[in-house]
């Protein structure tokens, strides 16, 4: 690798320019654990001749891939709590099945192996269904859950809105 040498005529491709600024501000970030303002991101665009309505775009759509970012990491939160409910629920009822079949009914006759058999395929296909779901069956239950999600929270809203506007009709009614 050849040294560093400041005074070479060397140029760079836009992705390579990308990467080396990437990295650079990674380092100068883990170095002195700082934020950058606002201000600065305005200046360091301005010094790469980039304007302020391109910055302001690109930061738009920054907050809109963060945004989705921390969906998907609430969904697949959402899906793990899911299957460890579902893995305790077979955990408890074919742990007491199996106690049951043993001690209080005839031992020789193992019934309730088949029962526990049986759902433990069911829980390892939602195992294999969840979490190694990739691509488009992954988007499609991402998708699902994410209209369900928005519906409820819309529900929410509207149902705060209406109990606001309730109150302030009966407190009108009082006085």
Known sequence: MAPFE???????????????LQLAIARQADDQDKEFSY????????????SPESLQLAETDWRSQQSEIQQR???????LSKFKKRLGNFVIVNSFL????????????????????LWGLTVGLDFWNNFYAKGE??????QKWYRQH???QNFNTAMKTANTLVNKWLKSLQV
């Open 6 to 20: 400041p005074n070479s005529n060397r140029s760079y491709s836009q992705e390579d320019v990308q990467r080396i």
């Open 39 to 50: 201000e600065l991101l305005l200046e360091i665009a301005g010094e790469l001749d980039i």
């Open 73 to 79: 990491q609430a969904f697949d939160t959402y899906r």
């Open 98 to 117: 199996i106690l049951v079949n043993f001690f209080l009914i005839i031992p020789s006759i193992h019934w309730s192996l088949g029962i526990c058999l």
């Open 137 to 142: 069956a992954y988007e499609i239950a991402f």
């Open 150 to 152: 928005q519906l409820k």
